[in-house]
């Protein structure tokens, strides 16, 4: 988003300071114990959507789980291009990242905007769905407990 970049740059110093706490270090301490641990053997993958917080999450992961694909479910055609951005930086700083990418194609609603809810299903038709399919249907996901 437009206004990420210009946060970003206004709270690295706070970010640089809660990094290097004894707290922080504890808490991702814990994180990598929990995703080593419920992967160890299962055949899965890293959900990312290319944002902040996945990208953290990537980074981890590439580092504890790299046997598993980093993947992208992306909603046609409601994209962010920053993501794309950092997608591709990303993946130039680990070329031995395997990644892939499953699109749902989002359709018009009645009231102007977007949905993956098809025409005659009352199901959520999601690109989850294909990339277990592809990847295995264990995941690890960096979703925020707000969205």
């Keep these: 988003m437009p206004g990420d970049l210009e946060m970003w740059a206004r709270v690295s110093q706070y970010d640089m300071s809660l990094g290097s706490s004894d707290a922080h270090k504890r808490r991702v301490d814990q994180t990598e114990l929990v ?34 694909p980093l993947i992208w479910v992306r909603s046609h055609p409601r994209e962010n291009p920053d993501c794309f951005a950092c997608r591709d930086a990303f993946l130039e700083q680990h070329p031995e990242v395997r990644d892939d990418e499953v699109i749902v194609n989002l359709l018009r609603d009645d009231v102007g905007g977007y949905s993956n809810l098809g025409p005659d299903s009352k199901e959520q038709i999601t690109g989850f769905r294909e990339a277990g399919k592809r990847h295995g249907k264990c995941y690890v996901s960096g979703v925020r407990a707000q969205e």
């Design 35 to 68: 995703i080593v641990r419920w992967t160890r053997g299962r055949k899965g993958y890293v959900g990312v959507s290319w944002g902040e917080d996945s990208v953290c999450q990537a980074s981890m992961c590439v580092q504890l789980i790299p046997e598993w």
